[in-house]
């Protein structure tokens, strides 16, 4: 009786998280209105926000990419804060002479939160456009992405991420994974308000910005949250694209999904009080839906696995047995085989779906027992895959202090 109960209860609950719930949104988008965008010419000072920490190989194609997008140059201002690096990123900043480039240095890691909140202070557009020291923008994207702000109910947009320079098992599969996250952005932007944005490239009302607390670990989702819960729309622009100018392997993308998952359990503590009213409240649902039974996930696949194993002698069951086998033997075949292989989709999807669970794993752990993730910023020990160090004082998460603020 409780193996059945725990097989199907566990099933169901997987199909609604990554089927059911894409398929709601798709049934609730077209009762809900978007804002309107009047056409025409709309052309907004803007800041764009860069924090950077040892990002020199990458810091200057930035820059000059910044330099070069389709936008007047005397309302565009481009805010820098170099947070600590032990490399030569703030002295590569310094010898170049672009229009607008302002870079602030910290002498040691305060942590990504605490640069950003300096860069906002310094800056004056009145549009804040975020964006990783790693991505390149789209020439056009800046239009496209200040273009709603015409709406003055429209407090954010997030643009079009898009995985660059994959290498290694996880290649097609986080194209795929990224496409499936553009989709649900996009049917949560018609629904009323984004669940968090791409750190690639998003942008925010200047006035509505409230300073971060030291520690937080996405901030991506956290500025994009508080501005849907102060009444604003949230929208998603997939005519803004930046992608990664970047070449991950797996252990890179696994100390990444970590640190993302660490920072979901933190989204979940921050907004704690909405989640409880997620039956009655459209961002309670939906962080119900995204974030909590996402970081659920490992737990129903384990428990959907040892009840279906432990009830096998059945036929149904021996039937569903079977494709979870060989699905987590696909997995590790996507694992130990070298990069580039003829089997390709068929073991890489498997393999980077294990990946991002076992990584919710780890992330909960640290979460709960270490405050532990992987430090914001490119290091020596992140490049070689290492997954998980102690956070420095100016890193560990303080979500109490954001949760009783902001509810």
């Known amino acids: 009786m409780w193996p059945d109960l725990v097989f199907w209860c566990s099933c169901g609950v997987l199909l609604f998280t990554y089927v059911g719930y894409p398929v709601v949104l798709c049934l609730l988008a077209p009762w809900r209105k978007s804002p309107v965008i009047r056409p025409g010419v709309w052309e907004p000072s803007v800041s764009l926000i860069i924090a950077a920490r040892n990002e020199a190989v990458h810091i200057e ?23 600590g690096s032990e490399d030569d990123t703030a002295e590569r900043i310094g010898r170049l002479a ?25 800056a004056s557009g009145d549009v804040l ?5 790693d991505s390149l923008i789209d020439s056009e994207s800046l239009r496209w992405l200040v273009r709603p702000f015409v709406n003055p109910i429209v407090g954010c947009v997030a643009g079009r991420y898009r995985a660059g320079g994959l290498t290694g098992q996880n290649a097609c599969a986080v194209g795929f994974y990224w496409r499936y996250e553009s989709f649900l952005r996009h049917k949560e932007s018609q629904v009323g308000g984004l669940l968090g944005a791409s750190g690639a490239l998003f942008a925010l009302r200047s006035e509505i910005f409230e300073p971060l607390a030291p520690g937080l670990i996405n901030d991506d989702f956290v500025i994009p949250m508080l501005a849907s819960m102060k009444g604003y729309r949230t929208l998603y622009e997939p005519r803004a694209r930046a992608v990664e100018d970047d070449s991950r392997n797996a252990e890179i993308e696994f100390a990444r999904r970590v640190r993302i998952m660490a920072g979901n359990c933190q989204h979940l503590w921050l907004f704690r009080r909405l989640l409880l009213r997620a039956p009655f409240s459209r961002p309670g649902f939906q962080l119900f839906c995204h974030k909590f039974l996402r ?8 428990l959907a696995f040892a009840s279906c194993a432990a009830l096998r002698h059945h036929v149904v069951y021996l039937v569903t047995f079977w494709p979870q086998v060989l699905f987590y033997m696909a997995a590790a075949a996507g694992y130990a085989l070298k990069p580039r292989h003829r089997l390709g989709f068929l ?13 919710a794993v780890l992330g909960v752990y640290y979460f709960l027992f270490n405050h532990a993730v992987v430090p914001w910023g490119r290091s020596a020990g992140a490049a070689a895959g290492h997954v998980v160090g102690r956070v420095p004082p100016a890193e560990v998460p303080n979500p109490i202090g954001i949760a009783d603020s902001k509810n």
């Open 61 to 83: 194609a930035k820059l000059r990419n910044c330099a070069a997008l389709d936008y007047p140059t005397d309302k565009i201002e481009i805010v820098v804060v170099d947070d």
């Open 98 to 122: 672009l229009p607008g480039l302002r870079l602030i240095s910290h002498k040691r890691r305060l942590g990504k939160s605490v640069a950003l909140n300096r860069a906002v202070s310094e």
């Open 129 to 133: 456009v975020f964006t990783d020291a």
């Open 295 to 302: 970081v659920l996930s490992p737990f129903w696949l384990a």
């Open 347 to 359: 073991v890489n999807l498997p393999y980077y779906f294990v990946m991002l669970n076992l990584a």
